[in-house]
DNA sequence: AGAATTTCCCAAACCGCTTTGAGGACTGAA
DNA sequence: TTCAGTCCTCAAAGCGGTTTGGGAAATTCT
């Protein structure tokens, strides 16, 4: 069932059916109505395809995935973009995914621009002066970075949590309990997010005049390896630290097994804060003793991002958005006043 | 550039250059190459949207998330769709994501069939007589699914590991071992992999006239917290299990806290085996003890379904594959000999 | 009533590509 | 020289929508 068949079968011409159907408002309210009850009963639907070729609009938003697989294989970044599918899936937008392939993240935004494949794309995981941005804004995509740079340049969309905030926090927590030496566990951070929670971590300690020795930190991806070794790493220095601050849940996963493997006791001889995004199948209150975090849900923030992006095509000539999303700290049992 | 204005800076038709650029034999190699050299030159790019259109293929496959989250939140399916996306992108197919939203998985279906919105489908957890197939063969999608039904119809293209046979072996380790009370936690088993892993895990059991109690025996989410929860559960019963089979990495994060607890020595006092499929996060070798698994790629996995999809949506005509992998029961330091 | 609007609808052009059906320019054979 | 057979190229007709530029009918204004 094509627009040309409804439109005999209504005795109209395409045009009137067209806009009937598209809420034009050349159209008499009773033929709306008769092309609209016609139309559901055919089961009309107008091809996708004849629609993005005569609109030139796509109707889809891009995720491009470097081939580097150490980003996709995070099980962040699927729960963030579940969240923006959702979001996309009720406003009639599809979801592309391109993951590896030939073509470099770069290029692949080269002919989303090119052919118009995308209406829209949403950068993940931004670093330090982020190439990207400068493209998008060049090719003139409607974009929106998840993060954000840590450029002076702020010609761009974003939305981010408070990172920097929350580890100063959750940092601020531990001072104020009096532990001194407190060990940072964290992203990689040649990206902006890691970067910005080392900062907060620094900031916090330098208020107490104390700051981060190099060997108490790390810096890498976050697996449940990594937080096993370089938990137990730390705990095994000659002045070893009593608190352990954690990028993210997989970490804390191998940080615990650590500890329980050396016979620490959490919330005891060691306090332990994870950042935790809200994945679904690891639970933070479920932890025994409970885990104290900075929490803050990524998938919330995928659907947010969505919206915003949306919005941003809608209306392309509407301001920059920039949300800052404040990220709470929660207590547990997991943090205790420093040993003696 | 589009086609019109790069056939009118070469002097040659419309038909020519489509032709010349889409391998036709009616042209010339001599003009072949002018226009080929000529439209790498002007970085010409067809138009996907009017190709499609023009075609009827789009050039793209979908995956479609019921708005149930309980399956996206896990993190093997995203995973497996880096796996096939991958694929995907290097043979110039896009990978269309579409979760939740207002119609449920049946009906987007039933739209990517009408406006051929997709070449192609594929299936991720079927159930017992999944429903999907029925409506897929129906609509003429070409689709594969990740997985088997149970029914006794087999009249689709599929792809699945041996879940049965694997833990079966798994569970014959075990008994050889001298385990007699072995638990099972499980994933949920309506889902056909789940019920194969049971299967496989009572047949094994039958072989030594043993028989499987349920209080030993799990299925749900696979959660680290029900990892954790059921691990514990099933270790405190008063004749406990001597050794527990686990199916995923996610729940034997969970055992394993849950073991060290209760001080319950891994490899010694409790045997563990997880089914590993290859999570970049979470490494069972690096486990202490190393972890005892039976192992497959759940990426690699992505990738030949993509592969074996793309092949069918080649050849409609070609028959159904189907597609058994075996798995391997990699012993490590996580299993012993049943304590006396 | 006649002019000026407004309302409603249409034919046709267009989006950019593929593909059909046919024609012109060669070749080689008769 | 003529005719059939290749080889190469083209004009035009789709694909299925949206959008422009009118035009006829109905309404309002003088």
Not at 71 to 91: C, K, N, R, T
Not at 112 to 125: I, L, R
Not at 161 to 182: E, S, V, W, Y
Request: proline share 5%; with cysteine.
């Amino acid at each position: 069932m094509n627009l040309k068949q409804l439109s005999k079968q209504l005795s109209l011409s395409q045009t009137t059916v067209s806009r009937a159907l598209n809420g034009y408002p050349e159209v008499r309210e009773a033929t709306r109505k008769r092309v609209a009850d016609e139309a559901a009963r055919l089961g009309y639907r107008p091809n996708a395809h004849a629609r993005r070729l005569a609109t030139g609009r796509s109707h889809a938003i891009g995720f491009v995935f470097p081939s580097d697989r150490s980003v996709m294989i995070d099980p962040l970044f699927s729960d963030f973009v579940a969240g923006a599918a959702e979001v996309y899936a009720l406003q009639g937008f599809e979801t592309l995914l391109h993951a590896g392939g030939h073509e470099d993240e770069m290029a692949v935004y080269r002919r989303f621009a090119e052919d118009g494949a995308v209406d829209g794309v949403v950068v993940q995981a931004p670093h330090v002066n982020d190439p990207r941005v400068a493209l998008l804004n060049d090719l003139q995509i409607p974009y929106i970075v998840h993060g954000r740079l840590d450029s002076s340049e702020n010609d761009y969309s974003w939305l981010d949590i408070d990172n920097g905030g929350a580890f100063q926090k959750a940092t601020k927590l531990l001072t104020d309990l009096g532990h001194t030496r407190i060990a940072l566990l964290n992203g990689p951070e040649n990206l902006t997010y890691a970067l910005h929670r080392r900062k907060g971590y620094e900031a916090a300690l330098a208020e107490r005049n104390l700051h981060a020795a190099t060997p108490y930190m790390f810096s890498g991806v976050l697996t449940e390896e990594n937080g096993y070794r370089e938990a137990k790493r730390v705990l095994q220095l000659p002045n070893r630290p009593t608190a352990l601050l954690i990028s993210s849940m997989m970490m804390v996963s191998g940080a615990i097994r650590a500890c329980n493997e050396l016979g620490l006791a959490i919330g005891k001889q060691v306090s332990l804060i994870g950042h935790d995004d809200g994945l679904p199948f690891m639970n933070a209150e479920g932890l025994v003793p409970s885990l104290t975090t900075t929490t803050s849900s990524i998938r919330d923030a995928g659907s947010r991002v969505a919206e915003l992006l949306l919005e941003r095509i809608e209306c392309p000539a509407s301001p920059l958005a920039g949300e800052l999303w404040n990220v709470d700290l929660i207590v547990r049992g997991s943090t205790g006043p420093a040993p003696r």
